[in-house]
């Protein structure tokens, strides 16, 4: 799953622009998740728990699949040197193990004077939305900040 870096500045960015991720999640996602966060609830990691619930299986954890966002806008989109200002998530649908997340983020407004992006961000299963939401960015430009030498 690991995305080649690209380097975006503010200035390179355009409405419209678009980058993609696709990850099947495997059981020892979710339970590397799960040790990572600490979120040890059986519907995610007990199949005989997960089982009793309306979902009938093991489902990933809606911040995991969430991170898959994350990684496109670290490594892609616009990539290194980003900084999360904020992100909105709407939960749709589970996610479960075996399943291929399509995430896609696209660039839907460009704020120069702040160099903040918003992107529109949307995870699929198949052809049904799991997560979208928005997110916004601070992202690195080509010019120095006023009052700032150039690195």
């Not at 979120?39 to 898959?68: V, W």
């Not at 120069?112 to 939305?129: H, K, M, Q, S, Y």
């Amino acid at each position: 799953m690991f995305l080649e870096l690209r380097v975006l500045h503010f200035e390179d960015l355009s409405i419209g622009m678009t980058e993609r991720l696709s990850k099947t999640i495997s059981s020892s996602d979710v339970v590397g998740f799960a040790e990572v966060t600490g979120d040890r609830n059986p519907i995610h990691l007990s199949e005989h728990f997960a089982a009793r619930t309306p979902f009938g299986t093991r489902i990933a954890h809606g911040l995991y699949t969430a991170s898959l966002i994350s990684a496109v806008l670290g490594t892609r989109l616009p990539g290194p040197g980003a900084v999360y200002i904020s992100q909105t998530l709407n939960f749709r649908a589970p996610v479960r193990i075996g399943d291929t997340v399509e995430v896609e983020v696209a660039v839907a407004e460009l704020i120069p004077d702040r160099r903040r992006a918003r992107l529109v961000c949307t995870c699929r299963v198949g052809e049904e939305v799991v997560l979208d939401g928005e997110a916004w960015v601070k992202v690195p430009s080509k010019e120095p900040s006023p009052g700032k030498p150039a690195p």
